[in-house]
């Protein structure tokens, strides 16, 4: 049965690339005519581009900046997302004191948000990680929330049966049950994060992807403005992979019935 789901997948990946190849032809073809004519630069423009931002520098410090500071804003993220998460979830109390302030803040737009962390923390890096880490603190909580709460009471009703202590049961029930939910709102999280970078990447920096796209559009340099994109669409399908190697991971049971 496994050589046949492995058989099975083999196929299904040049599948799932074709309509990316597709795509990258359609741009090749649509900017064969002149420069002056077309709105979008070449990929041989784009090729350029990043030739000149690494000449210059600038290109693989931004990167490396970039990814810092998603990993570090997703990490406060998830660290003070998963308690609240979880007792909101297990909690009426938690639910009815933490839940509505919480998504009060997730209705806040990234822009809205920017003024008062910089006056909060100034216009350094702890604004750009708490800005990120709002982002990803809303989902991860919603998500882990919900995971919680659609646990099958029967499993609870179990646990007491047996008279599991309070880490027994974290261990044993509340963890494994949550799990799911946690995975999906990781997803959506890394997404959130990558656009809560562009925003704060714009405030002071003097690197950051963020920073090479506002200069470029200042400059009217569409080619790197065209490259920033592309390298925030791989930075964006490296982060899915991630989370789906550690989702296969963590949940083996899952994956074991596909």
């Known amino acids: 049965m496994h050589e046949h789901a492995v058989r099975r997948r083999i196929p299904a990946v040049p599948a799932a690339w074709a309509s990316t190849l597709v795509l990258l032809l359609w741009w090749y073809l649509a900017t064969l005519t002149p420069p002056d004519t077309r709105p979008l630069p070449s990929p041989g423009e784009v090729v350029g581009a990043w030739i000149d931002l690494d ?102 009703e179990l646990a007491r049966a047996y008279r599991f202590d309070r880490r027994t049961l974290f261990l044993r029930v509340l963890l494994p049950g949550a799990l799911p939910g946690f995975m999906t709102g990781l997803r959506f999280a890394l997404t959130v994060a990558w656009i809560a970078l562009v925003t704060c990447e714009t405030v002071n920096s003097s690197t950051g992807l963020g920073y090479i796209l506002s200069r470029s559009q200042q400059f009217s340099r569409t080619d790197q403005t065209v490259l920033c994109i592309v390298i925030y669409a791989v930075l964006g399908l490296l982060s899915e992979t991630i989370v789906a190697l550690l989702e296969r991971a963590a949940l083996p049971w899952q994956h074991a019935r596909r």
């Open 55 to 156: 000449a210059e520098g600038l290109l693989w410090p931004s990167i490396g900046v970039s990814l810092l500071r998603v990993a570090s804003g997703l990490a406060m993220g998830v660290v003070l997302a998963v308690p609240a998460g979880l007792l909101a979830g297990a909690s009426r109390l938690g639910m009815a004191v933490i839940d509505k302030p919480i998504h009060m803040l997730r209705a806040v737009p990234f822009p809205a948000l920017s003024p008062l962390f910089i006056i909060a923390f100034g216009i350094g890096e702890t604004m750009k990680i708490g800005l990120i880490a709002v982002g990803v603190f809303g989902l991860i909580y919603v998500n882990l929330r919900d995971g919680v709460r659609r646990l099958d009471p029967r499993l609870l």
